[in-house]
């Protein structure tokens, strides 16, 4: 019962922004937008979350859109590092489990 | 370095073995998860603990078990192993778990690879 959807890859210019889209259509009220990454193997690390408003921290923006149907993660300056699988999870406020999905493979290339 | 510390990093075991996978939680989170990642089946929910109490379970197999100690550290027993069995097992801890508490981010350790010979 995938509640996101979002591209299987996508690759991205040294120092572009790289911009990832998610759908989440059926999204309800209580619901939070996470964005994760994991690195080849790692441990997924956390970037961003939102429920309705716009957020950024130092890594990354998360657009969410009016409808809260979709909404976009912007890696504002893509270097190398970045090159990770990026998960857009859904989650509940009283749903602690976070459900993976397959994440959009992002390729930063020089 | 997330702060959540998991031991052994590489685990290499027969079938119908038990291992203990380690998890220490980041200083002062009060909620331990476990996650199984497979070639196959993804990033999978175990369980998770909070401040010492079961307080959601997912895809866990009765083979499995986990605790979590009231220093919070956490363990996750597998028995019975199977090739099946082998994956990368995820610790990650939070501040917040307990209901109705809204958002919370969680932060996970580097890992354990468990290979089932």
């Known amino acids: 019962d995938a509640k996101t959807t979002q591209p299987t890859s996508m690759d991205c210019a040294e120092g572009r922004a790289a911009n990832l889209p998610c759908n989440h259509s059926?999204?309800?009220?209580?619901?939070?937008v996470y964005w994760y990454r994991q690195i080849h193997s790692q441990g997924p690390q956390y970037i961003i979350h939102?429920?309705?408003n716009n957020e950024t921290n130092e890594m990354a923006s998360l657009i969410i859109t009016e409808d809260r149907k979709s909404s976009t993660l912007i890696l504002p300056h893509a270097t190398l590092r970045d090159t990770a699988v990026y998960y857009c999870?859904?989650?509940?406020?009283?749903?602690?489990?976070?459900?993976f999905g397959a994440g959009t493979t992002v390729t930063v290339r020089a | 370095d997330s702060g959540v510390t998991q031991t052994p990093k590489h685990l290499i075991t027969a079938t119908g073995q038990r291992v203990t996978l380690r998890c220490s939680p980041r200083?002062?989170?009060?909620?331990v998860y476990w996650y199984q990642q497979s070639l196959d089946q993804g990033l999978q929910f175990l369980i998770q603990?909070?401040?010492?109490?079961?307080?959601a379970k997912g895809n866990i197999l009765e083979r499995f078990s986990a605790q979590q100690f009231p220093d919070l550290h956490s363990e996750l027993n597998l028995s019975s192993l199977e090739l099946g069995d082998s994956a990368l097992y995820f610790c990650?801890?939070?501040?917040?778990?307990?209901?109705?508490?809204?958002?919370?981010?969680?932060?996970f350790g580097p890992g354990t690879r468990l290979t089932v010979l």
């Open positions: 939102g429920l309705k």
């Open positions: 200083s002062g989170d009060l909620s």
């Open positions: 990650a801890s939070s501040v917040v778990g307990g209901r109705g508490r809204g958002s919370n981010e969680q932060f």
């Open positions: 603990y909070y401040n010492g109490e079961e307080r």
């Open positions: 999870i859904v989650r509940g406020s009283n749903d602690y489990k976070l459900s």
């Open positions: 059926t999204i309800s009220g209580n619901e939070y």
